[in-house]
């Protein structure tokens, strides 16, 4: 019963750990994504191909009378039910938690809201709204700009992958009692969760006044809360972004470079500056911290004279830290995540191939092996008879009522 993002993310790698995930949907319009941000007419979308591996899908409404009999069998059969729809919907389908356990003890229920009980509790929310209120976009962005929401969808996959650690708890759980139980995970705690060291900095802020690592120490203002850092790294060792040859025409030639403490001798010799080891005002992490904005300038008048692949080359081998700026383009070509299956080609019968990105979990026994995405209703008929029970006539009458 999952829709948009952040339910099907969690259903998908329950389908790649090898559950048989069946999507449940609207008759006659499916999941919403099926139809948005389309790039060939009438054909499911990338969103919703991409968040759909691996499942079977049915359409059925719990609205109607039959559909009520049809999800009922599917609550005593199945070991689990994901939603994520606003507030109140599937209790106001008639199955509140007390009535799924009613029929299934030993039912899983989980489900994805955007807040957690309080005084937002009933609102719907969307990636970037999660962003904003769980903490993410006020620590995010360049110092003194506005705040900025990140590419990476902590809100929607984020909270899909916490709700997939809460099932697989609750489902080891059920071994040991046989009870199933309740699992809510928020779309504001698990932003918040992932921005559990910027609390930490609030935290050191109250009570230091200042934040050594961050660009604004020591020549910037701190005010009440943690301010946006820019690139600053966030951990114990200061990093930064910094520019690599062709930046000027080339958006993504750049180089993330740590500045660990054990390898800063190697890096400072590589580009130049052997004297810095000697010098009080450099020798020590401490010494540089109110210097970081000098050191990356002088790292990066080095890292401009080479390209960003060719800085990660000379900087590994003397353990520094770094990582290029790779490119959706690029990330797309990278053999290596070919080989790993962590991208992946997939067919489709009416789309023909395309790239997906399967299972970042791997498993050594149990290695995911990606599947297209269920086209709208395909499997009602097969569930609704092997699961279900239903016979050729119960179908028939289930959709002359419209419930699938
Ligand atoms: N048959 C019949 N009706 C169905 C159905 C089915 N198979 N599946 C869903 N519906 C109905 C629901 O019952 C609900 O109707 P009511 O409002 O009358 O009870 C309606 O479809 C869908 O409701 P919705 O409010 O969830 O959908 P929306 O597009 O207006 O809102 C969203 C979308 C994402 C904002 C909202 O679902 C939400 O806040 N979800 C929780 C947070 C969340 O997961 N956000 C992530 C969004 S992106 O991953």
């Given at each position: 019963?999952?829709?948009?993002?952040?339910?099907?993310?969690?259903?998908?790698?329950?389908?790649?750990?090898?559950?048989?995930?069946?999507?449940?949907?609207?008759?006659?319009?499916?999941?919403?994504?099926?139809?948005?941000?389309?790039?060939?007419?009438?054909?499911?979308?990338?969103?919703?191909?991409?968040?759909?591996?691996?499942?079977?899908?049915?359409?059925?409404?719990?609205?109607?009378?039959?559909?009520?009999?049809?999800?009922?069998?599917?609550?005593?059969?199945?070991?689990?039910?994901?939603?994520?729809?606003?507030?109140?919907?599937?209790?106001?389908?008639?199955?509140?938690?007390?009535?799924?356990?009613?029929?299934?003890?030993?039912?899983?229920?989980?489900?994805?809201?955007?807040?957690?009980?309080?005084?937002?509790?009933?609102?719907?929310?969307?990636?970037?709204?999660?962003?904003?209120?769980?903490?993410?976009?006020?620590?995010?962005?360049?110092?003194?700009?506005?705040?900025?929401?990140?590419?990476?969808?902590?809100?929607?996959?984020?909270?899909?992958?916490?709700?997939?650690?809460?099932?697989?708890?609750?489902?080891?759980?059920?071994?040991?009692?046989?009870?199933?139980?309740?699992?809510?995970?928020?779309?504001?705690?698990?932003?918040?969760?992932?921005?559990?060291?910027?609390?930490?900095?609030?935290?050191?802020?109250?009570?230091?006044?200042?934040?050594?690592?961050y660009p604004q120490y020591p020549n910037g203002t701190f005010g009440k809360a943690v301010p946006?850092?820019?690139?600053?790294?966030?951990?114990?060792?200061?990093?930064?972004?910094?520019?690599?040859?062709?930046?000027?025409?080339?958006?993504?030639?750049?180089?993330?470079?740590?500045?660990?403490?054990?390898?800063?001798?190697?890096?400072?010799?590589?580009?130049?500056?052997?004297?810095?080891?000697?010098?009080?005002?450099?020798?020590?992490?401490?010494?540089?911290?109110?210097?970081?904005?000098?050191?990356?300038?002088?790292?990066?008048?080095?890292?401009?004279?080479?390209?960003?692949?060719?800085?990660?080359?000379?900087?590994?081998?003397?353990?520094?830290?770094?990582?290029?700026?790779?490119?959706?383009?690029?990330?797309?070509?990278?053999?290596?995540?070919?080989?790993?299956?962590?991208?992946?080609?997939?067919?489709?019968?009416?789309?023909?191939?395309?790239?997906?990105?399967?299972?970042?979990?791997?498993l050594s026994d149990s290695p995911s092996d990606v599947q297209r995405s269920p086209l709208l209703?395909?499997?009602?008929?097969?569930?609704?008879?092997?699961?279900?029970?239903?016979?050729?006539?119960?179908?028939?009458?289930?959709?002359?009522?419209?419930?699938?």
């Open positions: 019963m999952t829709h948009v993002q952040s339910g099907p993310t969690c259903t998908q790698i329950l389908a790649w750990f090898g559950a048989d995930v069946i999507k449940v949907e609207r008759p006659g319009e499916g999941d919403p994504t099926r139809g948005q941000l389309r790039d060939k007419p009438g054909v499911d979308s990338l969103y919703f191909t991409m968040l759909n591996s691996n499942k079977r899908g049915i359409t059925l409404n719990p609205k109607t009378e039959a559909g009520k009999k049809i999800f009922r069998r599917l609550i005593e059969q199945c070991d689990v039910m994901v939603e994520n729809f606003a507030p109140g919907a599937i209790d106001r389908m008639g199955f509140p938690w007390e009535t799924i356990q009613q029929i299934n003890p030993r039912m899983i229920y989980a489900s994805v809201k955007g807040f957690g009980p309080g005084p937002y509790e009933d609102c719907k929310v969307y990636e970037n709204v999660a962003q904003c209120t769980g903490g993410a976009a006020s620590t995010t962005g360049e110092i003194d700009r506005v705040p900025l929401v990140t590419g990476a969808q902590i809100g929607d996959s984020g909270t899909g992958i916490h709700l997939v650690a809460g099932i697989l708890a609750a489902l080891l759980q059920r071994e040991k009692t046989g009870r199933g139980q309740r699992v809510t995970c928020a779309m504001q705690d698990t932003v918040l969760n992932l921005c559990r060291v910027k609390l930490r900095d609030q935290q050191r802020l109250d009570l230091c006044g200042v934040l050594q690592e946006r850092a820019g690139n600053a790294s966030g951990g114990g060792h200061p990093g930064w972004i910094v520019k690599c040859k062709g930046w000027e025409t080339d958006p993504d030639a750049y180089i993330y470079v740590v500045m660990q403490a054990q390898a800063f001798p190697a890096l400072a010799k590589v580009i130049g500056h052997a004297d810095w080891l000697d010098d009080p005002d450099f020798s020590t992490p401490n010494a540089r911290l109110p210097r970081l904005t000098h050191v990356f300038a002088e790292i990066e008048k080095w890292t401009t004279t080479l390209n960003k692949m060719e800085v990660m080359a000379i900087l590994n081998p003397l353990n520094v830290p770094c990582g290029p700026i790779l490119s959706m383009k690029e990330l797309a070509a990278e053999p290596s995540l070919r080989n790993t299956a962590t991208v992946v080609e997939v067919d489709h019968p009416q789309r023909g191939k395309y790239l997906t990105v399967g299972n970042p979990i791997k209703g395909e499997h009602t008929e097969e569930v609704l008879r092997d699961v279900c029970g239903l016979s050729d006539a119960d179908i028939q009458a289930a959709k002359a009522q419209g419930a699938i």
